[in-house]
RNA sequence: GGUCGAAUGGUGGAAUGGUAGACACGAAGGACUUAAAAUCCUUUGGCCGUUGAGGCUGUGUGGGUUCGAGUCCCACUUCGACUACCA
């Protein structure tokens, strides 16, 4: 019999299908372990090469949990709404929900041939209405929620009303846009739509008139993480700032409970300190400043409280409400131009410009700690969106205000001793304070901390002031002005917004003639017909951003066919919560912060149990392009081989590497490529024609895109798996090169070849030698330890060592042989699942066996190799007895014949000897 | 600008502070073959040397800790990832 991958694969694929043989259950007499992939959003382009690397990690370690007798939950699905399909239906006027349903299905058959363990039957989609009604369910909690921040923790906003009606404001304790007073009379008092608008201002999810990220191209708003560098992810548009009417979550409400709980997961540091900068906890201080004859207090945020005495002027955010309580009328005209100019300017423009610019609103203030008088600016610099909007400016200290301060020549006056300041500013935060000395508070000669606390406690005292703690993380903006997204459960009743009753839910996703917006300017669903109540109440029009069906969609997994609950009690007790999560580093600051959050939310309520979702992390590294390049001869229909180019003028061509092999062109196929190319010359090196190779993003116009269905169609998934894992530490980035893939397929047919010569079965029943049992448990101490901490790489590489000296020594043990199949079947389960059956006879799947143990035993050495070297420099070897006293070690170190020479006339100062490896003798 | 990470042969990459370069690719030579493919064997960091000896050098650069450093510490250089007017 010979290896043939393809019939085997496709048996085995079949058989574990017809099986059901990776189904799974709920099964209490087992430890349960959750493996999940981040799944896929299925684009049209399908997928290459360097997808399937985290699921190929995550199957093995799966399949590994499951031979250690774990009850492995490890299932997949599809992140299926999103702007590309939406835009192909603006394009064809395809409905995007065949699109999706058929990048699905070319998904899954992809998928399916890698030969993977998922239980299909708990597949998700999040464009599925039987999914979505959980996504609109958790908006509807959230709008019936508020975060109290007495208690930590999501409270309903009926228990609100009731404080309200009772106490007003008055000892309430919760996150909201902004701080409210009002008395249970003045609440009483409200109408409805009064009421309505006061609660938004404390709802989880809530309808708030916030700066936007407006994408006029995708004719949509973004949300934080999904804008980058002043242009939308997606497509790459200019993306400005709009004041807009949309639903919010609460986002920033989580952030202290989102940084501590990190403490808690097993993700990169790496990971953990992004997510720490977006969230952006900074300590600091809030601070009042008078307006100089007016009774305007205007707070400002600081984290430099000592710097207060360099204090030369105020700047406030074009778009911050004080701006137009402060300006004097004389500057009115000029201050109404700046900030119209800025309106007019998108971010990305905001961002390029990095021209000082600015406007003096005619106000000053009063420096509460100097009593000094300083002028308010209005600059783009200065944030609407962080802390207060205004800041104090200290151009000493900070670099931002120091060009703000030399392009206007205010002054600016140095607090740190032996700061220099006349060619920029001094931002770091240390050295002795001098020139802050006003009534009251002396800091001169402080260490910058010391300052830092003493003002802080001054101004707390003073009541000038208070400690705070900012966040970066702002709320997250829900609504998308989209068609192919989930609907809101929300109508409007006299403009009042209303949720649908639970039980109406899921609101489906219309029908609409074009997939743009209205005439009007409303978003696609307003071309719905008939969408509306049945009470002819007009529903929502927005649908909900990406993000929105990812964030719960691993507590689905659990029970995936539940109408009644998002999970039940009995599956989320079970399989608790993500004990690995496999997926790309992008996520960092989007889904992974938003399922925290969801999560988190969903904790408070007591509908899961445990209060993070993904308890380990790992992320792979993307797998880039490696593409080749022939060189045109300009003017010429001709090509030179890599070697030669330099002789001649050439351009170099981006060439489809499959038709490359080991940079090695492929003439033929080159001249039946493309028909330009039909009578192509070539100028060759030693008979070939050599390509030129680069590393760029894997895509179809750089023709570096290998498709995994190639390589599992020539060499077999069970060698494309066994060779991703093989190209490196999964964690890191890597080109994909094919060049090294018949290593590990001849690796395969080793194997194969220890359990058959032709048609003869070579296995026997004697007992293994010696040699033989130490290759094997040596293999399997080290995959077992490999597989705990995702070293993959060096796993393959022990599996051919073992298996090279299995064939040394002639071992066809069925002993040694089964120990060996099951350690591979989580790495190429086609090819052991067949040697399993075929060659050592079992009858059940290699899913079912257990994982072998080492045993220490087999690993003893008879002797020992040490070096033996002198003031730590490796002179010689000596072979010892493995059991030989550390004494005798020396001693024979010593009487050995090479080191009497080294000896001669020192002094032996020290000998020590390392298990296992060294002797080391220090001599003088 | 900030944060994190990386730097080892022609290439991908191995090395709990203990004989650097495992394993694989590529390359060179050889066996089998009419030939090719496949397979097998040998060599393969660099330099010097050679009878099959042996020696020197070597993990981005410069210091340090240590009997001993690719590994730990400090500084620098280069590259990558993420993030960015966050006060």
């Known amino acids: 019999m010979e290896y043939n991958h393809r019939e085997i694969e496709q048996r085995w694929q079949q058989h574990w299908k017809e099986n059901k043989t990776y189904k799974t259950e709920i099964d209490g007499s087992k430890p349960k372990y959750y493996v999940l992939d981040m799944f896929p959003y299925p684009s049209g382009a399908g997928l290459h090469v360097g997808h399937p690397l985290g699921y190929i990690a995550s199957d093995i370690f799966s399949r590994y949990k499951r031979l250690r007798g774990f009850n492995v939950l490890h299932p997949m699905g599809y992140d299926a709404y999103g702007l590309p399909a939406e835009q192909y239906a603006i394009q064809t006027g395809q409905h995007p929900e065949v699109t999706t349903r058929e990048n699905i299905a070319r998904y899954r058959q992809q998928l399916d041939r890698i030969g993977f363990c998922y239980d299909w039957d708990r597949e998700i989609r999040t464009c599925s209405p039987d999914y979505y009604k959980w996504t609109q369910w958790a908006f509807i909690e959230m709008f019936n929620h508020y975060y109290d921040t007495g208690c930590g923790k999501a409270m309903p906003v009926a228990n609100l009303v009731k404080h309200f009606e009772e106490n007003g404001t008055e000892g309430i304790h919760a996150a909201c846009t902004k701080v409210l007073h009002f008395t249970a009379t003045e609440w009483n008092a409200m109408d409805a739509r009064q009421k309505s608008d006061t609660l938004m201002n404390y709802r989880i999810a809530y309808l708030g008139n916030t700066m936007v990220n407006w994408c006029p191209k995708l004719g949509t708003v973004l949300a934080n993480d999904e804008v980058s560098e002043g242009v939308s992810i997606r497509g790459g548009y200019p993306v400005e700032q709009k004041l807009m009417y949309q639903w919010c979550l609460r986002v920033s409400a989580y952030a202290p409970r989102l940084i501590d709980d990190l403490n808690e997961v097993a993700w990169s540091d790496s990971i953990k300190e992004t997510q720490r900068n977006w969230i952006g906890r900074s300590e600091g201080a809030e601070m009042q400043f008078r307006i100089k004859d007016s009774d305007v207090e205007m707070t400002i945020f600081t984290t430099r409280a000592d710097t207060v005495f360099g204090v030369t002027f105020m700047v406030l955010a074009p778009e911050s409400k004080y701006v137009d309580m402060v300006t004097i009328p004389e500057q009115v005209d000029a201050v109404k131009a700046y900030r119209d100019e800025i309106k007019h300017k998108t971010e990305r423009e905001r961002l390029i410009d990095k021209k000082v610019s600015g406007v003096f609103t005619g106000a000053y203030a009063i420096n509460p700690l100097s009593g000094k008088e300083i002028p308010v600016y209005v600059s783009d610099y200065v944030l609407a969106g962080y802390g207060t909007g205004a800041i104090m400016a200290v151009p000493a200290h900070d670099s931002r205000d120091y060009a703000f301060a030399r392009h206007f020549n205010l002054p600016v006056i140095p607090l740190i001793e032996g700061a220099d300041v006349s060619e920029g500013s001094f931002d770091a935060k240390e050295g002795k304070m001098i020139n802050s000395k006003g009534p009251g508070l002396d800091l001169d000669g402080m260490e910058v901390k010391e300052a830092i606390a003493a003002t802080k406690r001054f101004i707390e005292e003073k009541g000038i002031g208070k400690v705070k703690v900012n966040y970066r993380l702002r709320d997250a903006i829900f609504s998308r002005q989209r068609y192919w997204g989930e609907p809101f459960p929300v109508y409007y009743k006299d403009g009042i917004p209303c949720m649908l009753p639970i039980s109406e839910l899921p609101l ?261 030698s010696a040699e033989a049992l130490k290759s094997i448990h040596k293999l399997i101490k080290k995959v077992t330890g490999d597989i705990e901490n995702f070293s993959y790489n060096t796993s393959v590489s022990a599996f051919m060592i073992c298996v090279n000296e299995l064939t040394a020594l002639k071992c066809h043990s069925r002993e040694v042989l089964a120990d060996l199949i099951v350690l591979l079947a989580p790495f190429a389960p086609h090819v052991s699942e067949e040697l399993w059956h075929s060659a050592l006879g079992q009858n059940t799947t290699v899913c079912d066996a257990r994982w072998p143990e080492w045993n220490e035993q087999y690993l003893k050495e008879s002797s020992v190799n040490y070096a033996v070297s002198f003031n730590g420099k490796a002179r010689f070897n000596i072979s010892v007895p493995a059991d030989m006293p ?25 000998i020590i000897v390392v298990p296992g490896k060294i002797v080391n003798i220090v001599i003088k």
Not at 690 to 710: I, L, Y
Not at 887 to 907: C, M
Request: contains cysteine; aromatic residues 12%; charged residues 25%.
């Open 508 to 768: 489906q996703l219309p029908e609409i003639d074009k997939y743009l917006p209205t005439e009007t300017g409303e978003p696609p669903l307003g071309r719905a017909i008939n969408w509306q109540t049945p009470e002819g109440y007009p529903l929502e029009l927005n649908t909900m951003p990406g993000f929105a069906g990812s964030s719960a969609y691993y507590l689905r997994y659990m029970d995936p066919g539940n109408s009644e609950e998002l999970v039940s009690k009995e599956a989320n007790n079970y399989w608790r919560n993500v004990d690995l999560y496999v997926g790309g580093t992008e996520h960092a600051t989007g889904h992974l912060i938003y399922s925290r959050f969801w999560n988190k939310f969903l904790f408070d309520l007591g509908k899961v149990c445990e209060k993070e979702p993904f308890a380990k992390l790992i992320n792979q590294g993307m797998i880039q392009g490696r593409s080749n390049f022939v060189y045109r001869i300009k003017d010429t229909n001709t090509f030179v081989s890599h070697g030669l180019k330099k002789d001649y003028d050439v351009t170099p061509i981006h060439v489809d590497v499959n038709i490359v092999s080991n940079d090695i062109l492929d003439l033929d196929a080159f001249r039946a490529w493309r028909p330009e190319y039909a009578d192509a010359e070539f100028v060759l090196e030693d008979g070939k024609y050599v390509c030129g190779h680069a590393v760029e993003k894997m895509s179809k116009s750089m023709f570096n895109v290998v498709n995994p269905d190639d390589i599992v169609e020539r060499y077999g998934a069970d060698t494309l798996r066994l060779y991703e894992m093989f190209l490196g530490p999964v964690e890191q980035s890597k080109p994909w090169d094919t060049n090294g893939i018949d290593g590990v397929n001849r690796f395969i047919k080793k194997l194969w070849n220890l359990f058959y010569k032709g048609d003869t079965l070579l296995v026997n029943d004697d007992k293994p």
């Open 886 to 910: 550390k004494e005798e070690v020396e001693k024979t170190a010593l009487s050995d014949e090479a080191a009497s020479k080294w000896l001669d006339g020192k002094t032996i100062v020290k």
